[in-house]
């Protein structure tokens, strides 16, 4: 208990600093390139104070020359560091605007390189995802959790739309990506940190190219809800 309670006083003091820095830095990095580049090394010292290894299958499906959309499936709070660090490509994450709100590291979030999604409904919600899908037409690959929340249980649960809607928008590449581990780090609602290992799977990439409309959307989901099933293991 007493290394847990360290590991996630680190994390926390960590995030905080690093977030500091990110502030900083961003009327410096129009590109976003530093910003990204700061939150790697965050993503890399946070997982070693943590004690968590990370392992990766299927690198070779990644395409830096071209945004892609990773759709993941969302286990613990670690997920996030586990993929900006395993992941070989200037992958940016997709959040709900609500964690703007957190001092310091959502204003991080705010005004730095990564995309923000208003999950209600009206004017600036429509806004948010034309921005979004802007962004990833313009090079910017990104990462979406297609759950929308952390499981509860360790098993995998249904998708939502809203990752297949913003994809099939884009019209680009999607890849599966499975994240195995680190639901037993870090449970939801748990904050006992053990250390250990997480494997990253990625799937080979599924073109979009003239696929859309909802019955484009549904059946993307299906593909990548069963290349990722095939992959997971039930935590």
Same mark, same amino acid.
């Given at each position: 208990m007493i290394g847990s309670i360290f590991r996630f006083t680190a994390a926390v003091a960590l995030t905080f600093v690093n977030a500091i820095a990110a502030l900083v830095c961003i009327p410096f990095d129009r590109r976003g390139k530093l910003y990204h580049g700061i939150s790697r090394?965050?993503?890399? @010292?946070?997982?070693?104070?943590?004690?968590? +290894?990370? +392992?990766?299958?299927?690198?070779?499906?990644?395409?830096?020359? *071209?945004?892609?959309?990773?759709?993941? @499936?969302?286990?613990?709070?670690?997920?996030?560091?586990?993929?900006?660090?395993?992941?070989? !490509? !200037?992958?940016?994450?997709?959040?709900?605007?609500?964690l703007e709100r957190i001092p310091l590291f959502g204003w991080g979030l705010k005004w730095g390189s990564y995309i923000g999604i208003d999950r209600g409904r009206g004017n600036r919600a429509v806004r948010s995802l034309e921005e979004a899908v802007a962004k990833i037409r313009g090079g910017t690959s990104v990462l979406l959790f297609a759950e929308g929340t952390r499981t509860s249980d360790g098993k995998l649960q249904p998708f939502k739309r809203g990752?297949?809607? /913003?994809?099939? *928008?884009?019209?680009?590449?999607?890849?599966?990506?499975?994240?195995?581990?680190?639901?037993?780090? #870090?449970?939801?609602?748990?904050? *006992?940190? *053990?250390?250990?290992? #997480?494997? /990253?799977?990625? !799937?080979?990439? %599924? +073109?979009?190219?003239?696929?859309?409309?909802?019955?484009?959307?549904?059946?993307?989901?299906?593909?990548?809800? =069963? =290349? %990722?099933? +095939? @992959?997971?293991? !039930?935590?």
């Open positions: 090394f965050w993503s890399r @010292n946070v997982l070693r104070v943590c004690g968590v +290894r990370v +392992r990766v299958r299927g690198a070779e499906h990644i395409d830096r020359s *071209r945004p892609t959309v990773y759709v993941s @499936n969302h286990a613990s709070m670690l997920d996030i560091p586990v993929v900006v660090a395993g992941i070989a !490509d !200037d992958v940016r994450l997709i959040y709900k605007k609500e990752a297949f809607n /913003l994809a099939t *928008r884009a019209g680009v590449p999607v890849i599966p990506l499975t994240i195995n581990g680190s639901y037993g780090i #870090v449970p939801k609602y748990s904050m *006992r940190i *053990r250390p250990g290992t #997480v494997e /990253l799977v990625l !799937d080979p990439p %599924i +073109r979009l190219e003239g696929i859309t409309g909802r019955d484009a959307e549904l059946r993307l989901m299906e593909q990548v809800h =069963a =290349a %990722i099933k +095939r @992959n997971y293991l !039930d935590q």
